[in-house]
């Protein structure tokens, strides 16, 4: 009989469905997959939501992501939970940023045939992550229950913000709403 196993190996070079084991001060202990491999580093995203937080107390996208109250805990509070090892070979996203969440064009792609989702959330225009076309790839857990998460874009008309649901799918919520973390960076 045929099996499948998972080998645990030293490598120099990461490749693209790579996992990872990252152990998080005060969090527990999580697995990050490499979605994407670039001149950068290797992005990895965790597999499920470490914690729950609010984008922003009051509900408001004034300034998304990048000015959120999320954006702080996830690039201060988090970071430090971080292992030193790892952190030693982080490098800074394009916001300057070690850590962040996804965005929505890194799980759904620009989304041409969702006209409601291309006239209000402001789609940043990255291409589909080629592991997140597959669904259960979109759905993370968060102590061992479907987890509903953040995405770095908020909606053009109102104060929400664009989340996972807990079956992968895109959808929006109030800002002050509490949703997973699911954490993302660049390592190389």
Known sequence: ME??????MDVNNFELGDQITVKLYGYGKFTATAHEITDKGT??????????????????NEGGYLESVLRKFVTQDLLKAFPDKLLARMVKDDNGDLISIPTYG???????DDEWDQENIEIDQREQLPLMEMRKNRIADLIGKWSWYWLQNKLRSSSNFAYVNGNGNA??????????VRPAFLIR
């Open 3 to 8: 099996v499948k196993r998972i080998v645990t």
């Open 171 to 180: 959808n929006h919520g109030d800002a002050s709403n509490s949703r997973g």
């Open 43 to 60: 992005l990895f995203i965790f597999d499920d939501c470490v914690c729950e937080r609010q984008m922003n107390k009051e509900n408001t």
């Open 106 to 112: 890194q799980l759904f792609g620009k989304d041409f």
